[in-house]
């Protein structure tokens, strides 16, 4: 297979050719999980993958109709998935450890009582008060005298989400909020083991495939962070049907993509050249301007007063075809944001 063809058929199977009818939800199943540090940068994943809908619609998605949520999953990294799909990846990716970041947790001055301690005030803030926001559970678990400081926090609430008391649901001020599992999904993650859990496996092995075929094994455990002898054995169902996918539009693609994380090798996507200027290390995955699924450069953006700036920096002297489609798609961020727009090429 040439490069070209991979290029294409794994674009294809991650909807960058954007094709009609993709709301949040379904680009959202399609790709089955998307990394979610940063939730403005998983909204423009799921925008560079259809059209007609803006941010606003991924919040109502995550508020209003609850179809997708973000936890602590794959490799103990938050990423936004259905609500359906949550409970059984929640059981499939939780570390088998009950209390997993000890070590981090006693960096942050935190004990081990006190980390149990703090699951419960977690629980319970929920249960009587509704979703919290992050700030909000900080100051409970204070108020409780469990410290909560620095990165306390946010590794007490990941080991709170680990043992299916909290998922991260609802966004207020801009903000998502906490809520309580059991109440917000209508079900809490149950333990899988014998044949639940390779039944699920199998089902992770075909999801992943739909959004990412061609693919191997070990790019399934690259992602997923489960151990290839797990999913060596799902893998080795029938792979799905492949859209012949003839050209992927060009588009701007945002920091932590799916389309930049989801193989073991991504040469395929990032010319070797220009690999540090996408991934340069520490986990950062920069924001990728792409041309028929070719990375041709990076892209930032600047927000102000209700105007979207949008600088694009190629890698290389670019098409003029190639800079207007690449121009036109940062109108579509723009768009996506409801704000005004504007785009200018440095460099290249």
Do not use: C, K
Not at 171 to 187: C, E, H, N, P, S
Not at 273 to 297: E, M
């Amino acid at each position: 297979m040439s490069p070209q063809e991979l290029r294409r058929r794994r674009a294809g199977a991650q909807l960058l050719h954007r094709p009609a009818g993709s709301g949040p939800a379904g680009i959202v199943g399609r790709l089955l999980a998307v990394q979610s540090q940063d939730l403005r940068s998983a909204r423009l994943a799921l925008r560079a993958r259809g059209s007609g809908f803006t941010a606003a619609d991924v919040d109502d998605a995550l508020t209003r109709d609850r179809s997708l949520v973000v936890g602590w999953l794959f490799r103990g990294t938050l990423h936004l998935v259905r609500a359906e799909d949550y409970p059984w990846l929640s059981a499939l990716t939780a570390p088998a450890d009950p209390l997993p970041n000890r070590r981090r947790l006693a960096q942050e001055g935190v004990s081990a009582a006190q980390a149990e301690a703090a699951v419960e005030v977690v629980g319970r803030a929920l249960a009587a008060e509704g979703p919290l926001l992050r700030a909000e559970l900080g100051e409970r678990l204070r108020a409780a005298g469990i410290p909560s400081r620095g990165q306390a926090l946010p590794h007490l609430l990941a080991l709170a989400a680990w043992r299916g008391i909290a998922v991260l649901g609802p966004v207020r001020d801009g903000q998502q909020a906490f809520a309580l599992t059991r109440d917000w999904l209508g079900q809490a993650p149950v333990p899988l083991a014998g044949e639940a859990r390779e039944r699920w496996l199998a089902e992770l092995a075909r999801r992943y495939l739909a959004g990412h075929a061609p693919a191997g094994a070990e790019d399934l455990a690259a992602w997923s962070g489960l151990p290839l002898r797990d999913v060596r054995t799902a893998m080795a169902a029938d792979p799905p049907q492949e859209q012949d996918v003839r050209e992927v539009p060009a588009g701007l693609l945002p920091a932590l993509d799916p389309y930049l994380l989801g193989w073991r090798d991504r040469s395929f996507a990032v010319p070797q050249p220009y690999a540090r200027r996408v991934h340069p290390g520490g986990g950062v995955v920069r924001a990728t301007a792409a041309v028929d699924g070719l990375a041709v450069g990076t892209w930032t953006a600047r927000r102000s007063r209700g105007r979207l700036a949008v600088r694009i920096e190629p890698f290389r002297p670019l098409p003029q075809r190639a800079r207007a489609a690449l121009a036109a798609d940062a109108e579509d961020v723009a768009r996506f944001e409801e704000m005004q727009g504007s785009v200018a090429f440095t460099g290249g």
